[in-house]
């Protein structure tokens, strides 16, 4: 089993969507038996820039990890596809055991 975890920003766009979006229906499009989007609090990226999105006055978009779990192959399988329409993001691959 791999664990991946997707990480971007809450107003990145792919055209006119959101990528978040995309991604969540293009898993569900590679039959992924589950994923789930989580908001994160405070966070920042390989420019170093602290972004605190809930303090009052910050116009920060909140971070974003999209976590999903499934067999190896259908992981490397939507990964391969997802990333031939949609380059940005971090996204980190884990092997895992499910209990």
Known sequence: MTQVQIFID????????????????????????????FEGWMGFGKNHVLKKPHDLLSFDHPPLMISFVDEDEKVEEALTSLR??????LIVKSKVEVV
């Open 10 to 37: 809450k107003d990145d766009l792919l055209g006119s969507k959101y990528v978040y979006d995309v991604i969540l229906k293009h898993l569900i499009g590679h039959n992924v038996a589950g994923a789930t989007v």
């Open 84 to 89: 031939e329409i949609y380059k940005g993001g």
